[in-house]
């Protein structure tokens, strides 16, 4: 029913199958969600629809995980889908999430805040919310290394406010990755920003004959070769040239 929430301190076991999925929704109407209240789980074949209104941590989501720092929530093979707002709400947490899709949730699908927060995405799809995006709050994630990753469809990570990379940490985006900001929102970066793929990509790539040997980080990247480096190949040539041949700047500029 309505104000009803599935509330986790322990850990969630929901393992389905492609045959028989595992369904979390309300008897009727709308219900509040899985609220993963400092507690772990294992979701896999699930679905979790039909959530509105906050959790009793005052979050609101389909699944909701909050100071998640020891274990960590993982999902996969799964949909989220219809929330009122959100679909998947991270706050401090350590979230895991491949192989979902994420639909016809009314505001935001995926929503991160939180600097203790570590998420990683793989091969997700975003199809059909109000916005296909992953929104990212100021500061999130900032207290670890952070990776904005291609996922199988989604429209790009968004920052809601002006984000801040610190000393010492690293923003790795991959390529074909979009980043997007309201306006007046700037993304500063007091640490390292890794984006040399996704720049060199957006450009379509750069033509190069090497004159070095880099086959102990792509096989097909050896002396007299001409190749078009896109992506982890162009990362490698930009990365390890100063480890090939003889080291010097001459040698690195070629």
Known sequence: PYNVELEIQGHLNAIGTPAQPITFKPQFGEWQGIYFNGGTGDLQHVTVRDGNGASSGGLR????AKNVLTGEVRISDSVISDHSS?????????????DTLFTRNGGVPLWIGGANSVVTMTANSFVGNNVDRTYIEPGAMTANDIHLGSQTVMEGYLFTGDYVVPPGITLTVDPGVTVMAPYNVELQIQGNLNAIGALNDALGGVTVTLEDDFSAYDPEMTPGKT?????????????????????SNESRMR
């Open 227 to 247: 190749l078009l480096l896109t992506g982890q190949q162009a990362e490698a040539l930009v990365r390890y040239r100063m480890e090939v041949g003889d080291g």
């Open 86 to 98: 959100r679909g998947l709400n991270i706050l401090d947490s350590h979230v895991v999430v491949s």
């Open 61 to 64: 989501g389909n699944i909701v």
